[in-house]
């Protein structure tokens, strides 16, 4: 018995650095907003385990013997100021995060509409044509870009875990999301809001081109949708 706890204590990190790396992991960051959000989980890891540690030190020293405890270190000094420290710089590392997300300056713009269940992507094309593909959306790696995406029917949501956060898809609304890729490559991306029975299927993929190769690379047909 001995022998499986120890070959389980060594394959847990194992396996949970192989989900850091899986196609969809917001801790394999594929460009800035995905960093920055991948930065903010460690922080909130950071803050969340020294306040369990906490906790956990004050129930060890419960099962003690009695002894004369200063109410002003262990009140007002532990239980208050050490947690409001912690969730205060918890809050601002938010707050800070969340406003670099925004975006405040002009990038190229592609659309992304949600119905249920797949998306129709716009994008412009060479020669200023537009183009629209029904499976993958195609921007140029190492730019910022916004995505405006809406809604046909249901709230769905965008998701790209390796390039950006979430945002909603809601029916009469046009919400924004900055992304960028930091290097051409395919990242997965699926629909993070339950919006019905094909919710399962209701996935994407972000298609980063060379930026030399962009608009030209982008195909001139719409995909079809993926299985």
Known sequence: MSILKRMAAVSVPLFAAQACAAPLSTLDPAGPSAEAIA??????????GGLTLFVMALLALSFGA????????WTWGLGVWFSLAILSAMLVA???????????DTALEVRAHAQQWSWTFTHPGPDGTVIETGR?????????VDVRITSADVIHSFWVPRLAGK??????????LRLQA???????GRCAEFCGIGYATHRFRVIAHDPADWPASVPAQAEEAPE
Do not use: T
């Open 136 to 144: 993958d959306l195609h921007i140029p790696a190492g730019q910022p």
């Open 94 to 104: 938010g707050v800070a995060v969340g406003e670099r997300l925004l975006p405040r």
């Open 182 to 188: 930091a290097s051409p490559g395919i990242y997965e």
């Open 39 to 48: 930065w903010l989980w460690w922080v909130f890891l950071a803050g969340a």
């Open 66 to 73: 009695p002894r004369a405890v200063s109410e002003r270190r």
């Open 167 to 176: 945002m909603d898809a809601i029916p009469g609304r046009e919400n924004v």
